[in-house]
């Protein structure tokens, strides 16, 4: 196989897994969420800790789905790959919950993909809001 044809299939289950994540999100299901990430995984949200491994981020992960952060998008702006490693960059939006209504968000992601033999699982996932903050 080629190193083209390989990063095309890269690109395609990655795309289709991202896909996967939105619907797991707005569909509420953590569990589905949380298996995407590997074991050592690290999640970093904005204005938070980091949050390390795939129990801590299931955890983390229930508390907004609980609070009404809803219709979720990605749009992929590329992936790269080099080996078994590979990440891509986009950008999201979503309603989030402020003050008994909803508003619109929108930023930006980095997600890096390993591969293992259970296929692409996220080790690192990185994103933040292009809006400012709610007061």
């Not at 590979?86 to 979503?94: E, I, P």
């Amino acid at each position: 196989m080629s190193a083209q044809t390989k990063n095309q299939e890269t690109d395609t289950i990655i795309r289709k897994t991202g896909a996967e994540w939105a619907k797991y999100w707005n569909a509420g299901q953590v569990d589905k969420l949380s298996e995407l990430y590997a074991d050592d995984a690290v999640y970093l949200p904005p204005h938070h800790a980091a949050v390390h491994g795939r129990s801590a981020i299931r955890e983390f992960l229930s508390g907004p789905l609980h609070h009404g952060y809803t219709d979720l998008k990605f749009d992929v702006t590329y992936i790269k790959q080099t080996g078994d490693l590979a990440y891509d960059v986009g950008t999201y939006s979503m309603m989030v919950p402020q003050d008994g209504a909803k508003r619109q968000d929108q930023g930006k992601y980095l997600t890096v993909w390993q591969k293992h033999s259970s296929g692409w699982h996220i080790v690192a996932d990185a994103w933040s809001s292009d809006l400012p903050p709610a007061h």
